[in-house]
């Protein structure tokens, strides 16, 4: 039955990142993302992350930091992590002087510029409302797919779209406990100031089950 199940998620995750690698709703941010960031994890996750954006102190060290942290504080294995935002935009001088428009993307694998034909110089910056709402039906899918019983939401602007997304419509607190669709839903601080108190903090909220 797991495996069945497990089957089941590999075969929709990869139709959604097939869906996602060829997104172009955010026509600037894509001119600069060589491939939008899809979900890493178990398949058949017991407690699904989610991060704002890649960059802005999420990087690859700290969100395996950040797993780690979570495995020892919740005392389970099966982590699953993805993004709000799948093309994390960048602040870029040659960009913003382009005197024409183009919609292809213009780095390549090796992150070089087309434009320049140097290594991206792009600054990571934050992700606006707009691209947030425009990606956030990616992240509802594949929460619905994976179907964890704990979602951990990282940093206000994550917590505060992706809750309303499910009609949760209340300023949001932080650290706090929401349930929906009889699953546990945590909001918590930004990934880049998560500490191993704050995990501590999530897991008694958990299993306090004082949902907001
Ligand atoms: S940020 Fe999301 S919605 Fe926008 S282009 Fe990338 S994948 Fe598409």
């Known amino acids: 039955m797991e495996k069945l199940a497990r089957e089941q998620n590999i075969s929709r995750i990869i139709a959604m990142e097939e869906r996602i690698s060829k997104c172009t709703r955010c026509v600037l941010q894509r001119g600069c993302v060589y491939r939008p960031a899809t979900g890493k994890g178990d398949l058949k996750p017991e407690i699904l992350l989610v991060f704002h954006s890649e960059g802005n102190g999420n990087d690859r060290k700290k969100i395996m930091d950040i797993r780690q942290l979570i495995k020892k504080h919740f005392i389970l294995d099966k982590v699953y992590h993805t993004f709000a935002v799948r093309c994390?935009?960048?602040?870029?001088?040659?960009?913003?002087?382009?005197?024409?428009?183009?919609?292809?993307?213009?780095?390549?694998?090796?992150?070089?510029?087309?434009?320049?034909?140097?290594?991206?110089?792009?600054?990571?910056?934050?992700?606006?409302?707009?691209?947030?709402?425009?990606?956030?039906?990616?992240?509802?899918?594949?929460?619905?797919?994976?179907?964890?019983?704990?979602?951990?939401?990282?940093?206000?602007?994550?917590?505060?779209?992706?809750?309303?997304?499910?009609?949760?419509?209340?300023?949001?607190?932080?650290?706090?406990?929401?349930?929906?669709?009889?699953?546990?839903?945590?909001?918590?601080?930004?990934?880049?100031?998560?500490?191993?108190?704050?995990?501590?903090?999530?897991?008694?909220?958990?299993?306090?089950?004082?949902?907001?």
């Open 88 to 212: 994390q935009p960048k602040s870029c001088t040659h960009l913003d002087n382009l005197n024409c428009f183009s919609s292809k993307c213009l780095v390549d694998q090796e992150q070089t510029c087309r434009v320049t034909r140097a290594v991206c110089e792009g600054i990571p910056i934050m992700p606006g409302d707009i691209e947030i709402i425009s990606c956030l039906h990616y992240l509802i899918e594949e929460i619905d797919i994976l179907s964890p019983q704990i979602v951990v939401l990282f940093g206000d602007r994550t917590s505060y779209f992706t809750l309303k997304a499910y009609g949760l419509l209340d300023s949001i607190i932080t650290p706090s406990l929401y349930m929906i669709n009889g699953r546990h839903v945590l909001a918590t601080v930004e990934a880049d100031q998560f500490t191993s108190q704050d995990a501590k903090e999530l897991v008694s909220y958990l299993h306090s089950e004082h949902a907001v």
